[in-house]
């Protein structure tokens, strides 16, 4: 059976350092269903061995060190260096978790999708930054069912922290009116207004 | 240098609490025992609790509040009420001769204690000394990731927290308000209880445990309509507001942190822009983001 185009373009961009979450999660999803991509993966690898040090070498694969890696994250069981890749796909698997189990709690016949794009850092003035991974997966659907690629580029990204920390301004004293009755302190809602809101 | 070091010192005292509050949380659920009342506080915890979350109905103050996140500080002179159901308060590391900013204060919330029980750990001990008051430490641990944690030293005669550290359900501290001074002001006189803005559009397919919505509407001042929902377990609160996006934007996300206050605005589906702003940990702002659903027509 023929690799999918996808794959394939996936496959290259994770063998060229270029490769998302979403990349590397299709590439290991591939790698371990469809001996066809499995094939392909390593001819990609033996090419690149190839080129980088000018003899065949062996056949390597590190679909299966990325794969040692996600189950040491997930067992817990010790701590173990997996270099550049490997953490990418410890991250995603860390993430995939966390969400898996809000999914979980919000119920299962939510009709949505969660839409799968890369995150992004941003800081408000006197803000945390915070790292939005979110190339997860709603896992309170079938994936084949419902899932949504929604290949989000990195300029999107910035869009959308542009348009939280808009946003985060905009609506802050509505917040504040609306909350204030529910905290102990009525003024610190609005204490957490930014000075720029005025 | 002595302030410094006094911060310094008062930072390493959160830290340690906050430490312990993080290490403690598994333990939670042996802070009730047998004998207490009907939602497993103790009668005198119960009470303290129902103190404090009305004291912003029952008591009139003025002070100068401080708050603190990250590298950023600001000292903010507060009045609680001006004898007309107004608050205000002046920014006063921003402004220079500055004019008040007058608030409208709501009152009247309905809370009962006990609905927080199931979400949220309690317990009360000596506290220390703040704004040269009296104080008793109230610590509040949630039981899921799905709220934040909070560490209050109340004053122990009007019960108003006069500091409160929010940190994460792992003990990681996001912000920190604390009176430097405060006078006691009178009991103030009742204030309108607060009204229902309307109508949303929207509704939630589901929500985390415990949340429930609290208002909703349209805000009146945006030049494009903008729905709002308002959730709250009881002590965490959060606005989601939903309002339409271009047609060229992608799908996508964002999300900023300012203190305890998360903003994470949502585009996917429906050409809907979905902004959730709140003190509440990402993982329940992505839920609620989810969950908005357009409401079926009647």
Not at chain 2, 26 to 39: H, K, L, M, R, V
Not at chain 2, 74 to 101: H, K, M, Q, Y
Not at chain 2, 106 to 135: H, K
Not at chain 2, 202 to 219: D, E, K, M, Y
Request: glycine fraction near 8%; charge should be negative.
């Amino acid at each position: 059976m023929a690799v999918a185009d996808a794959i394939r373009e996936s496959m290259s961009a994770v063998m060229d350092g270029e490769g998302t979450e979403m990349d590397l999660a299709r590439v290991l999803k591939a790698v371990e269903e469809d001996p066809a991509a499995r094939d392909h993966w390593q001819r990609l690898q033996r090419s690149g061995y190839a080129l980088r040090t000018g003899s065949s070498g062996s056949s390597v694969d590190i679909s299966v060190s990325v794969q040692a890696a996600l189950a040491d994250a997930g067992s817990h069981r010790k701590v173990r260096r997996v270099g550049p890749l490997g953490s990418l796909a410890v991250a995603a698997s860390v993430t995939f978790a966390v969400v898996f189990g809000g999914q979980m709690l919000v119920g299962s016949d939510s009709p949505v999708p969660t839409a799968q794009v890369p995150g992004g850092v941003i800081a408000l003035q006197g803000g945390a930054p915070v790292q939005a991974s979110f190339g997860t997966r709603s896992m309170a659907t079938q994936p084949q069912q419902r899932q949504v690629n929604v290949a989000a580029t990195p300029s999107v990204s910035k869009v959308y922290e542009q348009l939280a920390r808009e946003r985060f301004s905009r609506y802050a004293t509505e917040h504040a009116q609306s909350t204030a009755a529910l905290q102990p302190n009525a003024i610190v809602p609005y204490a957490r207004v930014p000075y720029l809101e005025r | 240098m002595l302030l410094c070091l006094a911060s310094a010192t008062v930072r390493g005292v959160l830290t340690f609490s906050l430490f312990a509050f993080g290490v403690s949380l598994g333990a939670q659920n042996a802070e009730q025992t047998i004998g207490d009342s009907e939602c497993g506080l103790r009668p005198e915890l119960e009470r303290a609790l129902n103190q404090v979350f009305s004291a912003a109905d029952t008591v009139a103050y003025t002070g100068t509040l401080l708050i603190e996140f990250n590298n950023d500080r600001e000292f903010i002179g507060v009045n609680s009420a001006d004898g007309t159901g107004r608050g205000s308060f002046l920014r006063l590391s921003r402004e220079a001769n500055g004019s008040p900013l007058v608030i409208d204060r709501s009152y009247g919330a309905d809370r009962m204690v006990c609905s927080l029980t199931p979400f949220y750990g309690f317990n009360i001990e000596a506290g220390q000394v703040v704004a040269g008051r009296e104080a008793y430490r109230l610590t509040v641990r949630p039981k899921d990731t799905l709220r934040l944690g909070y560490v209050m030293d109340v004053d122990s005669e009007h019960h108003l927290p006069l500091r409160v550290v929010t940190a994460t359900p792992d003990g990681q501290v996001l912000e920190r308000f604390e009176f430097a001074d405060i006078q006691f002001l009178p009991t103030p006189e009742a204030a309108p209880a607060q009204t229902s803005a309307g109508q949303s559009s929207f509704s939630f397919a589901a929500l985390p445990p415990g949340f429930a919505v609290i208002q909703q509407g349209t805000l009146n001042s945006a030049a494009t309509p903008v729905e709002f929902m308002v959730v709250s377990d009881g002590l965490a609160s959060v606005s989601v507001f939903v309002e339409s996006r271009p047609r060229s934007l992608a799908d996508g996300e964002g999300v900023v942190l300012r203190g305890a206050t998360i903003a994470y605005s949502r585009g996917a589906g429906g050409n809907r822009l979905i902004t959730v702003l709140g003190e509440v940990p990402i993982t329940t702002a992505r839920l609620l983001a989810d969950a908005v659903r357009q409401r079926p027509l009647e």
